[in-house]
């Protein structure tokens, strides 16, 4: 036996914690203490890592005088001193958790050398497990940072995976309560461990022999069936839409025939809109001919997913479409700039802000998804260069509504240019000039017109222009791929007017 004097700064009580006959006979009759880097337990510990969010996890076992791991991550030792051991007050308590938030201050740990030496344990959150209903050891997770206290929720999910580890020490040990309750526990051990690597999965296992499927209750409130935890697999196929029945039932055929692992996506019968599952399973017993006789897996909703994709294929769609007539417009752009420019500073001076002008609807509606923009948000957009910011000369009134992609590139367009005409020759040229910008909707829902109007005041004297620019033509012709719109262009003596008229069919109205 291990005294107080050889087991340094340990207390009496865990040393004779440490030292149980039946607690050493148990550990004994495992036959694993000289084993290390086992796959299954891994898995364990990675999953405790994940859980916690903690850089070190072991599945340590408590030895008469050392402990040691059965699996580690995060740490490259396979064993430390018994009056080192963390672990040792772990298994001396009632059974619950040992959490331990700053070993630093902690009276019992504060000159353990895994604190004070180069591996500066901080935290430690302990879960004894227990093999015939003796602690042999802990599934713990470990920081080099002090932590607050771990939510409730997270330590529950720690404890159940140092159940599932202690499961799984009888089982490697060779349980010899008899066949059925080995397969038994094997069922349900595995099940859980499916559930817990990813929330909100419906576990189930299927029986082939019998056609019966065991299964939690999520799986049945994911089908839409009654709740149980007990059905036939002939339901679960009952539930699957007929649209994806025949797919889904030659691919788990296949699986069954040929190989362990099975995926498959599915519609859920009689849900508007469609529900959509992902189903995982894995044979994991076949019998001696090869057929299969148990299938574990899990169900989970992948609507939302389903849902995000299509918008993902609709957004690309409308992407390549706009990108195509963008292409056609900024050629037509060039084009005309050039064919009214009187030299080649005058092009690219013009160009180059018809181009911004684009690029701003653009980028306006590629932050909305190509769904349709705010009136006001666009206008305010584009007249911004034009904008007095210190004492604001263009003045804005009326609703908010939405405009479709067309109805928003167009009419860029259109206020860029009267934006652009005012500051070289109309009201916004000089100081006590203005513009009111207002707008509004009338007709019904489903023949509503936006009328908006310009009207320029304190400007220059205004007379009609002999000759026409690309501005102007811009103007009248902008809205041009919105079908049944008018642009007037006029230049009245007091001042610039332009009036839009352009239906709202397929926009949506918001009131401000």
């Known amino acids: 036996m291990v005294d107080q004097k050889e087991t340094g700064a340990l207390p009496e009580r865990v040393v004779e914690a440490v030292n149980d006959p039946r607690r050493l006979s148990v550990l004994q009759g495992l036959e694993a203490s000289e084993t290390v880097g086992d796959a299954d337990f891994d898995r364990i510990a990675k999953l405790a890592s994940t859980i916690m969010d903690a850089p070190v996890a072991l599945v340590s076992l408590v030895d008469i005088d050392r402990q040691w791991f059965r699996s580690a991550v995060g740490l490259t030792e396979h064993e430390t001193p018994i009056d080192q051991s963390f672990c040792a007050h772990a298994i001396a308590g009632d059974g619950t958790p040992m959490v331990v938030l700053d070993a630093s201050a902690d009276p019992r740990f504060a000159q353990n050398p895994l604190v004070t030496g180069e591996h500066h344990l901080r935290f430690y959150a302990g879960v004894p497990m227990r093999v015939a209903d003796v602690a042999i050891g802990t599934l713990c997770v470990i920081d080099r940072q002090p932590r607050a206290e771990p939510p409730p929720a997270r330590m529950e999910q720690l404890r159940a995976l140092a159940e599932l580890a202690a499961s799984l020490f009888s089982l490697k040990a060779g349980t010899r309560a008899g ?291 690309f501005g102007s033509i811009l103007i009248k012709r902008g809205l041009a791929k919105v079908l049944s719109s008018e642009v007037i262009h006029e230049f009245r003596p007091e001042g610039v007017y332009a009036g839009i008229s352009m239906p709202l069919a397929s926009a949506e109205e918001t009131h401000l």
């Open 179 to 469: 066949e059925k309750a080995q397969v038994a526990l094997v069922r349900e051990e595995r099940r859980r461990a499916i559930a817990i690597e990813a929330a909100s999965l419906a576990s189930w296992v299927w029986d082939a022999r019998s056609g019966v499927v065991e299964c939690d209750e999520l799986l049945p409130e994911l089908l839409g069936l009654p709740t149980t935890t007990r059905m036939r697999a002939r339901d679960v196929f009952t539930a699957i839409d007929r649209r994806d029945l025949g797919k889904t039932g030659t691919m788990f055929r296949d699986t069954l025939a040929d190989s362990d692992e099975y995926f498959g996506e599915y519609r859920v019968r009689g849900t508007e809109p469609s529900r959509w599952l992902a189903t995982r399973g894995r044979v994991v017993e076949r019998d001696s001919d090869g057929r299969a006789i148990l299938v574990f897996g899990v169900n989970y909703d992948i609507t939302e997913a389903r849902a995000a994709n299509e918008r993902q294929r609709l957004l690309l769609r409308e992407l390549n479409h706009r990108v195509k007539n963008t292409l056609a417009t900024v050629q037509a752009l060039a084009t005309q700039t050039v064919r009214h420019a009187r030299n080649p500073g005058d092009f690219l001076e013009a160009f180059s802000a018809r181009l911004r002008s684009l690029g701003l609807a653009h980028g306006l509606l590629s932050d909305h998804e190509w769904r349709g923009i705010s009136i006001r948000e666009l206008i305010r957009t584009e007249l911004q260069p034009f904008q007095d910011a210190a004492r604001p000369r263009i003045a804005l009134r009326g609703q908010d509504v939405l405009l479709s992609p067309d109805q928003a590139v167009g009419l860029a367009l259109v206020l860029h240019e009267l934006g652009s005409n005012a500051v070289k020759y109309g009201s916004l040229s000089v100081p006590r000039g203005s513009v009111l910008l207002e707008w509004s909707v009338r007709g019904r829902e489903d023949k509503r017109l936006l009328d908006m109007s310009w009207s320029e005041s304190g400007g220059p004297a205004v007379t009609e222009p002999a000759h026409h620019g």
